[in-house]
C-alpha cells in the first residue's frame, strides 16, 4: 500500500511541470581495449538534487536503469553485464527497502568483443529520476557508440543523433515553420471559425461526460452494485438514526467519494499525455496494444455471459475494509473504495470500454477524466439520493434474473467492441483482412445473437427461467432486430460514390467505406488526394489550386465521420472534388520510413524524439507548424503550403459550417491571387 500511494502522490505532483523535469543528461564514450574489444562508456549527467537508480533493484521498488544493446546480426558479443561505479546505498522508507542510487553523475560499462568490422554499435538506456518532489516517467533514450576508424577513446556527440530543428523540417518537408505566414486578407466568417473550434473541444468533453454517466447508470443496474444500494443507505440512515443529518452528510460524502475514487483512476494517465503529446496517440494506435484490447474484450464478454467472474485481489479488499473501521471521513473514503473493488467484476468491462474509447479518440487523458467523472457521478448520485430520501427505496425494482439479463446484453456489446480494435490493428498494420463487408457480418451475427437472447431463444449459465416476456422485453427485442436490419442496410451501394452506404451509428467504430473488397477506393467519397506532402504540393502549384491538410488518422473516430457525413454534402464535395488538392496525413500510418528521414527532432516541450515512421513524419509536421495534435484537423494553405488562408478547425460537424470553413480561404486565396500575382508562380 505504502509502493501504491507513493506512486500514487508522485502522478499527481508531476502533472504541473512533468515537461520541464528532465533531469538526467546521457553522454557516450568509447575505449578500445584490443584490436577486437571495447567497453562502451554510457555516461549519466545528473542535475544537483536529483539521483538516478541503480541497474539492480528489488521488486516493488522503483524503476532500474536497464541498459540494451542492439545487434545487427552476428557482429558482436556482450562479455559480462554492464557494471556500474559505486554509489550511495541507503534504506528508503517508503518502499521499505535498501536501494542504490547515484547522484551528480554516473558510469556504466559494458564490454564488447566485435566479430567483424563495425563502424557503430546502437543501444538504449530505460531509467527513472527523482528528486524530493517529483520523479520522471520511466524514460528510454538511444545511444550511440561510434567504432569508425578510431583506436583511441571515441567522445560521442551526447544523449541522441539530432540534427538542427530547421535543417530536419528543410529535410523532411522542403521548408521550415518560419516560412509559414498567415494570410493578410480575412473573411466575414473566420471569426465564427475560431469559435467553433474551442466550442467542440468543449462539447466533446460534455458528450463524453454523457457517455461515462450513462455507463455509470447500465453499472447500476448490473448485480453487482444494484443489491448494495439499500444496504448502504440503511447503513447510513440507521447509523445517524440519533443523528439523523450526520447520517445524510455521511451518504453524501460517500457518493462523492466514489465519484473521486473513480477521477482519480485519470490522473496517470495527464502525466502521460503532459510528458508526450503524441503518447495517447500512440497507443491507441499501437498495432499490438489493439490486438490485447481485442483480448480482453472478448474476456470482458463471457464474463458477463457468466462463464466466470473478475475478481481483483482479496487481499485489496481485505485492507480497505480494515480502513472502514478507521472512522470519519477517512472511514467513509475506504467505504466507498470498498465499493469499487468489490464491485470490479461488473464495473471493470464497463470502465475498459470508456478507457479503451478514450485513448482512441481526440481528447486523450481530458476525455478520460470527463468520462470517469460522469461515471462516478451516475454511481454515487443514486447512494446520497436514497439517503436524503429513504422512501424512494421502495420504488425500486426488486433484485432478480433482470439484473443477470443486463449483465449478458452488456456481454455482447462488448463481444461488439472488441471487433473495433481488432478492426484498428488490421487498418494500421494494412493486413486488409477485417475490411468492412466482414465487420458488417460479424455484427450482424452478434446483434442477432442479441436479439434471439432477449426473445428467450439463447441461454446463458445465470439465467432464470423466462415464463413470459415482458413488454419491454418484446419491445427491446424489436429495436435489437430492427438494428440488424440497418446494420445489413449497410451493403446498399451508393452510386455516386461508388462505395458502401455510410452508417451514421457506426462512424468510427466500422472501417470506411472505402476499405472493401468489392468497392475499395483509396481517397474518401472517391475523392483525388494525395497522401504525401511534397508530392500534394508539386500538383497544387501545378495546377495553381489552394491546399486543404487533412490531418487524420486510420483509426480516428470523429475522422471517419466527417469524410462519410460531412465531406459527402454537395456543397462540399463539390469545393473539395474541384477547387482544392486534397493532402491526407495519416498520423497513425506505421509504414517506416526512409533511412534518410529516420532523424531525431525537437518537440515543442523541449524534449526529443526519433521519427521511425510516416505518422511521426505527420504528427510532427503538425505540431512544429501549427501546434496542434487532434485529429481531425485541416488547414487550407496556398499552393507552396506557406500561407494559411485563413483558421484551421477541427472536428465540424455541421455541414454549413464546414462548408463556410472551405468558402473563407476559397476568398482569400481569390484575392492573394489578384493582388499578388507572382503568388501562382512562388517556389
Not at 537 to 558: H, Q, R, S
Not at 637 to 653: F, M, Q, R
Request: glycine residues 6%; charged residues 20%; negative net charge.
Amino acid at each position: 500500500m505504502k509502493q501504491f500511494l507513493f506512486v500514487f502522490l508522485l502522478l499527481c505532483s508531476s502533472l504541473g511541470f512533468s515537461q520541464l523535469y528532465n533531469p538526467v543528461k546521457w553522454s557516450t564514450e568509447l575505449e578500445k581495449i584490443s584490436d577486437s574489444e571495447y567497453n562502451l562508456i554510457s555516461i549519466a549527467t545528473i542535475e544537483a538534487k536529483s539521483h538516478l537508480y541503480a541497474q539492480d533493484i528489488p521488486e516493488f521498488g522503483p524503476v532500474p536503469t536497464e541498459f540494451t544493446y542492439i545487434k545487427s546480426g552476428e557482429d558482436f558479443d556482450l562479455i559480462g553485464k554492464t557494471i556500474e561505479e559505486e554509489g550511495v546505498t541507503v534504506f528508503d522508507s517508503v518502499f521499505e527497502m535498501t536501494i542504490k542510487y547515484f547522484e551528480k553523475t554516473a558510469i556504466f560499462k559494458q564490454k564488447v568483443k566485435l566479430l567483424k568490422e563495425v563502424e557503430i554499435i546502437k543501444g538504449s538506456v530505460l531509467f527513472m529520476a527523482c528528486d524530493d518532489e517529483k520523479c520522471t516517467p520511466p524514460t528510454d533514450v538511444e545511444l550511440i557508440f561510434n567504432l569508425s576508424g578510431n583506436t583511441q577513446t571515441n567522445n560521442t556527440s551526447g544523449i541522441v543523433p539530432k540534427i538542427d530543428n530547421d535543417e530536419a523540417n528543410e529535410l523532411l518537408y522542403g521548408m521550415s515553420p518560419t516560412d509559414v505566414q498567415k494570410a493578410d486578407f480575412k473573411c466575414e466568417n473566420e471569426t465564427s471559425a475560431t469559435a467553433l473550434e474551442v466550442d467542440s473541444s468543449s462539447n466533446s468533453l460534455w458528450r463524453i461526460f454523457g457517455l461515462g454517466f450513462l455507463g455509470g447508470l447500465l453499472a447500476l443496474l448490473t448485480p453487482c452494485v444494484f443489491p448494495m444500494i439499500p444496504l448502504t443507505v440503511s447503513f447510513f440512515t440507521k447509523k445517524g438514526t440519533s443523528n439523523q443529518g450526520a447520517g445524510i452528510s455521511k451518504a453524501l460524502l460517500y457518493g462523492f467519494f466514489i465519484f473521486l475514487v473513480y477521477v482519480l483512476l485519470s490522473i496517470p494517465f495527464h502525466l502521460l499525455d503532459s510528458v508526450n503529446p503524441d503518447i495517447l496517440n500512440e497507443v491507441s494506435t499501437n498495432v499490438w496494444l489493439n490486438i490485447i484490447f481485442f483480448l480482453i474484450f472478448m474476456f470482458f464478454a463471457f464474463s458477463f455471459f457468466g462463464y466466470y467472474e473478475l475478481t481483483l485481489p482479496s487481499s485489496w479488499t481485505t485492507r480497505t475494509t480494515q480502513g472502514e473501521s478507521t472512522g470519519g471521513l477517512v472511514g467513509v473514503f475506504f467505504m466507498a473504495l470498498t465499493l469499487a473493488i468489490v464491485s470490479f467484476s461488473c464495473t471493470g468491462p464497463i470502465l475498459g470500454s470508456l478507457l479503451a474509447g478514450s485513448l482512441t479518440s481526440d481528447g486523450g487523458a481530458w476525455q478520460l477524466t470527463s468520462g470517469m467523472a460522469g461515471f462516478g457521478v451516475s454511481l454515487g448520485l443514486p447512494f446520497a439520493l436514497f439517503a436524503m430520501f429513504p422512501n424512494m427505496l421502495n420504488a425500486l425494482p426488486k433484485s432478480g434474473g433482470w439484473l443477470n439479463s443486463t449483465k449478458v446484453v452488456l456481454g455482447f456489446l462488448e463481444l461488439a467492441l472488441a471487433f473495433k480494435f481488432l478492426s484498428n490493428a488490421d487498418l494500421v498494420a494494412h493486413w486488409n483482412l477485417l475490411k468492412i463487408e466482414p465487420f458488417l457480418i460479424i455484427w450482424i451475427l452478434i446483434f442477432a445473437g442479441l436479439a434471439l437472447y432477449i426473445f428467450g431463444k439463447i441461454k446463458f449459465p445465470h439465467d432464470s427461467p423466462i415464463k413470459k416476456l415482458s413488454f419491454f422485453r418484446i419491445a427491446t427485442g424489436i429495436m435489437v432486430a430492427s438494428f440488424v436490419i440497418y446494420l445489413a442496410s449497410g451493403f446498399r451501394v451508393n452510386k455516386d460514390t461508388n462505395t458502401f452506404t455510410p452508417l451514421t451509428l457506426l462512424s468510427g467504430l466500422a472501417p470506411p467505406v472505402g476499405y472493401s473488397f468489392l468497392y475499395p477506393n483509396d481517397c474518401p467519397n472517391n475523392l483525388d488526394c494525395f497522401k504525401d506532402l511534397k508530392e500534394g504540393l508539386a500538383y497544387a502549384k501545378k495546377e495553381n489550386k489552394p491546399v486543404m491538410i487533412d490531418f487524420t488518422g486510420l483509426a480516428c473516430v470523429n475522422c471517419r465521420k466527417m469524410e462519410e457525413h460531412v465531406w459527402p454534402d454537395k456543397t462540399i464535395d463539390n469545393y473539395l472534388r474541384n477547387d482544392f488538392v486534397l493532402i491526407s496525413l495519416y498520423v497513425d500510418d506505421k509504414k517506416e520510413l526512409p533511412e534518410s528521414e529516420q532523424i531525431f527532432v525537437e518537440r515543442l516541450d523541449g524534449g526529443t524524439r526519433k521519427l521511425k515512421n510516416y505518422g511521426h513524419k505527420w504528427a510532427h509536421y503538425q505540431t512544429q507548424f501549427f501546434q496542434k495534435n487532434s485529429q481531425p484537423y485541416y488547414v487550407l494553405l496556398s499552393p507552396d503550403a506557406k500561407t494559411i488562408l485563413n483558421v484551421p478547425v477541427a472536428y465540424t460537424p455541421n455541414e454549413q459550417e464546414y462548408a463556410s470553413f472551405l468558402e473563407c480561404g476559397l476568398e482569400v486565396y481569390l484575392k492573394l491571387s489578384e493582388t499578388t500575382p507572382q503568388f501562382f508562380t512562388s517556389n
